[in-house]
Protein backbone atom coordinates (compact mmCIF):
# COMPACT_ATOMS: atom_id res chain seq x y z
CA UNK A 1 0.00 0.00 0.00
CA UNK A 2 0.94 3.70 -0.53
CA UNK A 3 2.31 5.70 1.94
CA UNK A 4 0.10 8.73 3.45
CA UNK A 5 0.83 11.96 1.18
CA UNK A 6 0.53 15.26 3.36
CA UNK A 7 -0.45 18.43 1.78
CA UNK A 8 1.96 20.89 0.81
CA UNK A 9 2.04 25.09 1.25
CA UNK A 10 4.06 27.65 1.25
CA UNK A 11 3.52 29.90 4.23
CA UNK A 12 6.15 32.45 4.20
CA UNK A 13 9.03 33.94 2.22
CA UNK A 14 11.52 36.93 3.02
CA UNK A 15 14.34 38.04 0.05
CA UNK A 16 16.76 40.51 -0.84
CA UNK A 17 17.44 41.54 -4.41
CA UNK A 18 18.86 43.98 -6.65
CA UNK A 19 17.90 47.18 -5.67
CA UNK A 20 15.36 45.75 -3.56
CA UNK A 21 15.35 45.59 0.08
CA UNK A 22 12.55 43.33 0.67
CA UNK A 23 9.96 41.53 -1.71
CA UNK A 24 7.08 44.24 -1.82
CA UNK A 25 9.83 46.65 -3.33
CA UNK A 26 10.64 44.17 -5.72
CA UNK A 27 6.85 43.67 -6.45
CA UNK A 28 6.94 47.50 -7.28
CA UNK A 29 9.63 47.70 -9.35
CA UNK A 30 8.66 44.67 -11.42
CA UNK A 31 5.05 45.88 -11.70
CA UNK A 32 6.56 49.18 -12.81
CA UNK A 33 8.93 48.01 -15.27
CA UNK A 34 11.76 49.28 -13.75
CA UNK A 35 15.14 47.81 -14.86
CA UNK A 36 17.22 47.15 -11.56
CA UNK A 37 20.52 46.11 -13.70
CA UNK A 38 23.08 48.69 -13.13
CA UNK A 39 26.09 49.60 -14.57
CA UNK A 40 28.59 51.42 -11.88
CA UNK A 41 31.52 50.72 -10.11
CA UNK A 42 29.25 49.26 -6.71
CA UNK A 43 31.17 45.76 -7.34
CA UNK A 44 34.14 46.10 -9.80
CA UNK A 45 35.74 48.74 -12.60
CA UNK A 46 34.04 49.07 -15.63
CA UNK A 47 36.35 47.43 -18.06
CA UNK A 48 37.88 44.95 -15.54
CA UNK A 49 38.85 41.97 -16.92
CA UNK A 50 36.93 42.99 -19.76
CA UNK A 51 33.49 41.37 -18.50
CA UNK A 52 30.58 42.88 -18.17
CA UNK A 53 29.69 45.59 -15.46
CA UNK A 54 26.63 45.49 -15.81
CA UNK A 55 24.77 43.53 -13.18
CA UNK A 56 22.02 43.00 -10.51
CA UNK A 57 23.61 44.33 -7.12
CA UNK A 58 22.33 44.53 -3.28
CA UNK A 59 22.38 48.71 -2.43
CA UNK A 60 23.16 48.10 0.82
CA UNK A 61 25.88 46.36 2.86
CA UNK A 62 24.95 42.91 4.26
CA UNK A 63 24.23 43.35 8.18
CA UNK A 64 23.49 40.98 11.14
CA UNK A 65 23.00 41.02 14.94
CA UNK A 66 25.66 38.29 15.01
CA UNK A 67 25.30 38.17 18.96
CA UNK A 68 21.57 37.94 18.56
CA UNK A 69 21.70 34.98 15.83
CA UNK A 70 24.72 33.56 18.28
CA UNK A 71 27.16 33.85 16.33
CA UNK A 72 30.30 35.44 18.58
CA UNK A 73 32.46 38.32 16.78
CA UNK A 74 35.46 36.39 15.78
CA UNK A 75 33.33 33.77 13.96
CA UNK A 76 31.47 36.22 12.60
CA UNK A 77 34.05 38.85 11.06
CA UNK A 78 35.14 35.65 9.01
CA UNK A 79 31.64 33.97 8.26
CA UNK A 80 30.61 33.35 4.95
CA UNK A 81 28.21 36.36 3.80
CA UNK A 82 25.71 33.89 2.10
CA UNK A 83 25.77 31.97 5.49
CA UNK A 84 24.82 35.60 6.90
CA UNK A 85 21.86 36.47 4.47
CA UNK A 86 20.88 32.87 4.63
CA UNK A 87 20.71 33.05 8.21
CA UNK A 88 18.62 36.21 8.29
CA UNK A 89 16.17 35.86 5.84
CA UNK A 90 15.43 32.58 6.86
CA UNK A 91 14.03 34.12 10.36
CA UNK A 92 12.07 36.71 8.70
CA UNK A 93 10.63 34.07 6.76
CA UNK A 94 9.24 32.41 9.01
CA UNK A 95 7.54 35.61 10.94
CA UNK A 96 6.25 36.40 7.17
CA UNK A 97 4.41 32.76 7.92
CA UNK A 98 3.49 34.15 11.20
CA UNK A 99 4.85 31.65 13.23
CA UNK A 100 6.99 32.98 16.25
CA UNK A 101 10.95 31.44 15.34
CA UNK A 102 11.35 30.05 18.47
CA UNK A 103 8.43 28.12 18.53
CA UNK A 104 10.04 25.77 16.14
CA UNK A 105 12.62 24.43 18.97
CA UNK A 106 12.60 20.85 18.63
CA UNK A 107 10.75 20.58 15.68
CA UNK A 108 11.05 17.68 12.97
CA UNK A 109 11.63 21.65 10.40
CA UNK A 110 14.29 20.68 7.36
CA UNK A 111 16.62 23.16 6.07
CA UNK A 112 17.55 23.20 2.72
CA UNK A 113 19.74 25.37 1.03
CA UNK A 114 20.93 25.88 -2.52
CA UNK A 115 24.58 26.48 -3.12
CA UNK A 116 27.34 26.83 -6.40
CA UNK A 117 29.85 29.65 -5.63
CA UNK A 118 31.47 31.69 -2.80
CA UNK A 119 33.88 34.50 -3.84
CA UNK A 120 35.36 34.62 -0.35
CA UNK A 121 36.42 30.50 0.11
CA UNK A 122 39.87 31.31 -1.31
CA UNK A 123 40.70 34.78 0.46
CA UNK A 124 39.55 33.55 3.96
CA UNK A 125 41.45 30.02 3.81
CA UNK A 126 44.75 31.77 2.80
CA UNK A 127 43.99 34.15 5.92
CA UNK A 128 46.02 32.83 8.46
CA UNK A 129 44.46 35.13 10.80
CA UNK A 130 41.63 33.74 11.48
CA UNK A 131 42.97 30.12 12.18
CA UNK A 132 40.23 27.53 13.78
CA UNK A 133 37.38 29.34 12.78
CA UNK A 134 38.21 29.51 8.78
CA UNK A 135 36.71 26.40 7.61
CA UNK A 136 33.77 26.50 10.34
CA UNK A 137 32.41 30.20 9.15
CA UNK A 138 33.19 29.25 5.52
CA UNK A 139 31.92 25.12 5.04
CA UNK A 140 29.10 25.48 2.74
CA UNK A 141 26.91 23.32 5.24
CA UNK A 142 26.63 26.13 7.28
CA UNK A 143 24.51 28.23 4.97
CA UNK A 144 21.77 25.14 6.10
CA UNK A 145 23.36 24.05 9.77
CA UNK A 146 24.20 27.47 11.33
CA UNK A 147 20.28 27.95 10.74
CA UNK A 148 19.16 24.81 12.15
CA UNK A 149 21.59 24.92 15.00
CA UNK A 150 19.90 28.83 15.45
CA UNK A 151 16.83 27.41 16.03
CA UNK A 152 17.02 24.22 17.17
CA UNK A 153 15.64 22.46 14.86
CA UNK A 154 15.66 18.62 13.92
CA UNK A 155 14.62 17.69 10.93
CA UNK A 156 17.33 16.94 7.82
CA UNK A 157 19.46 20.37 6.91
CA UNK A 158 21.51 20.23 3.76
CA UNK A 159 22.68 22.37 1.39
CA UNK A 160 22.43 21.55 -2.64
CA UNK A 161 25.09 21.86 -5.16
CA UNK A 162 23.05 21.80 -8.90
CA UNK A 163 24.46 25.15 -10.52
CA UNK A 164 21.65 27.39 -11.16
CA UNK A 165 19.28 24.61 -11.03
CA UNK A 166 19.80 24.29 -7.43
CA UNK A 167 17.12 26.46 -5.83
CA UNK A 168 14.30 24.41 -7.53
CA UNK A 169 16.03 21.09 -6.32
CA UNK A 170 15.96 22.06 -2.70
CA UNK A 171 12.10 23.13 -3.39
CA UNK A 172 11.63 19.95 -4.75
CA UNK A 173 13.45 18.09 -1.81
CA UNK A 174 11.10 20.21 0.87
CA UNK A 175 8.08 19.26 -0.92
CA UNK A 176 8.88 15.31 -1.21
CA UNK A 177 10.38 15.26 2.78
CA UNK A 178 7.10 17.24 3.82
CA UNK A 179 4.59 15.31 1.55
CA UNK A 180 6.25 11.86 2.48
CA UNK A 181 5.90 12.75 6.22
CA UNK A 182 9.56 12.32 6.30
CA UNK A 183 9.88 16.29 7.64
CA UNK A 184 6.92 18.36 9.32
CA UNK A 185 8.09 21.72 7.50
CA UNK A 186 10.73 23.10 5.68
CA UNK A 187 12.74 26.15 5.31
CA UNK A 188 14.15 26.30 1.36
CA UNK A 189 16.45 29.17 0.18
CA UNK A 190 19.59 29.97 -1.76
CA UNK A 191 21.89 32.76 -2.17
CA UNK A 192 24.62 34.56 -4.66
CA UNK A 193 26.91 37.36 -4.46
CA UNK A 194 29.26 39.54 -6.41
CA UNK A 195 32.33 40.38 -4.85
CA UNK A 196 34.72 40.86 -7.76
CA UNK A 197 35.00 40.07 -11.97
CA UNK A 198 36.82 36.81 -11.62
CA UNK A 199 33.87 34.53 -11.75
CA UNK A 200 32.34 36.74 -14.29
CA UNK A 201 35.75 36.73 -16.26
CA UNK A 202 35.29 32.51 -15.86
CA UNK A 203 31.83 32.74 -17.54
CA UNK A 204 32.51 34.85 -20.03
CA UNK A 205 35.17 32.65 -21.18
CA UNK A 206 32.34 29.98 -21.39
CA UNK A 207 30.19 32.31 -23.50
CA UNK A 208 27.75 32.74 -20.94
CA UNK A 209 27.38 36.21 -20.25
CA UNK A 210 26.00 38.85 -22.36
CA UNK A 211 27.20 42.14 -23.36
CA UNK A 212 24.54 44.41 -22.82
CA UNK A 213 23.10 43.84 -19.28
CA UNK A 214 19.48 42.02 -21.16
CA UNK A 215 19.46 38.74 -20.68
CA UNK A 216 16.68 37.44 -23.86
CA UNK A 217 14.93 34.23 -22.66
CA UNK A 218 13.74 32.59 -24.96
CA UNK A 219 14.44 34.94 -27.84
CA UNK A 220 16.89 33.74 -30.92
CA UNK A 221 18.79 36.97 -30.02
CA UNK A 222 19.75 34.77 -26.90
CA UNK A 223 23.20 35.70 -26.40
CA UNK A 224 23.79 35.09 -22.97
CA UNK A 225 22.85 36.44 -19.04
CA UNK A 226 23.56 39.28 -16.72
CA UNK A 227 24.83 38.02 -13.81
CA UNK A 228 22.97 39.50 -10.06
CA UNK A 229 22.78 39.13 -6.78
CA UNK A 230 19.59 37.82 -4.88
CA UNK A 231 18.42 35.98 -1.52
Same mark, same amino acid.
Given at each position: ???? +?????? !??? &????? #? %????????????????????????????????????????????????????????????????????????????????????????? +?????? !??? &????? #? %??????????????????????????????????????????????????????????????????????????????????????????????? !?????????????
Amino acid at each position: MAGK +TYEVVI !SGI &SGIFP #E %CESLDELEVKLLNKENVITNDERKWTPGELNVPSATGKFKSDIELDNMFFGVFKRLYDIMDPLTTLSLKHSYQAIFDAGVNPFDLSGTN +TAVLMS !SVT &SETEY #E %CVINNNYLGYAMLGHSRTMQANRISYFLNVKGPSLVIDATWSGGMQALQEAYTLISKGIADAALVGGCNLMLGPEVSFHYKSMRRLNEDGCTKCF !SANADGYTRSEGC
